[in-house]
């Protein structure tokens, strides 16, 4: 089946740029995507990459996408500590009619002051 | 801005009771979905539901598991037997139309379920 891949720790120190990287197996995927999670909160839709597009960028986010590589990057500027959170990774995928969303195991991302 | 809403957050059940999750979706939203995320685990795709049925189950989605939209307002997860297994936090989502620019699906904050 699609599967997803990310690392699942990520520690930085404020003011720092962070890098989560992700692997994607669905080819097909017109949409990718970034949530975070917050603790006790829901998944917040961060950003997104249509899949013809190589980098996208929004504030201090910076998307990267390698289609042929299939892998998919999430680059935060000048971190902070209110970044600290699980981010996932994830992609549309198609199953039978209906599409749905595959997620990552999420990257724990820890901000150092 | 509106948001989707879940009920409630934290539900503690004996193992082999039921279960009613409850959602209210975004309300000019068209279709829905649940997901779960076992401690530490992937989330993970449960259902999907649109124009009053089933679009599409995954695997995990077995005969103890039912949706329902009882009124205009509420999208709800029944678990018939609980297992131990089902303890999970269980997130619904919704999304306004097949054609959004980017398919942008709007999570709730989660009811975790604990099933002693």
């Known amino acids: 089946g699609e599967d997803v891949e990310q690392s699942l720790f990520l520690s930085v120190r404020e003011g720092d740029s962070s890098v989560i990287n992700c692997t994607y197996t669905d080819s097909s995927s017109t949409y990718l995507y970034w949530y975070k999670q917050e603790p006790g909160a829901g998944l917040q839709l961060l950003t997104y990459?249509?899949?013809?597009?190589d980098m996208k960028q929004d504030q201090r986010l910076t998307v990267l996408l390698n289609k042929k590589d299939k892998h998919l990057s999430l680059r935060i500027a000048d971190t902070q500590t209110g970044d600290s959170a699980i981010y996932f990774c994830a992609e549309i995928t198609f199953s039978g009619s209906a599409r749905q969303l595959t997620f990552g195991s999420g990257t724990q991302l820890t901000v150092l002051p | 801005e509106p948001e989707v809403t879940q009920t409630p957050s934290h539900q503690v059940t004996q193992m082999g009771q039921e279960v009613i999750l409850r959602c209210v979706p975004i309300s000019n939203h068209l279709y829905f979905y649940w997901y779960r995320q076992i401690l530490g685990q992937k989330v993970e795709f449960l259902v999907s539901f649109y124009n009053n049925e089933i679009s599409e189950k995954s695997e995990i989605f077995d005969d103890q598991f039912s949706v329902e939209r009882p009124d205009g307002s509420n999208f709800t997860l029944k678990i018939r037997s609980t297992k131990l297994e089902d303890s999970a936090m269980y997130f619904c989502?919704?999304?306004?139309?097949?054609?959004?620019?980017?398919?942008?699906?709007?999570f709730g904050p989660g009811t975790r379920l604990t099933v002693l």
């Open positions: 989502a919704s999304k306004r139309t097949e054609l959004s620019s980017y398919n942008e699906q709007f």
């Open positions: 990459i249509f899949s013809n597009m």
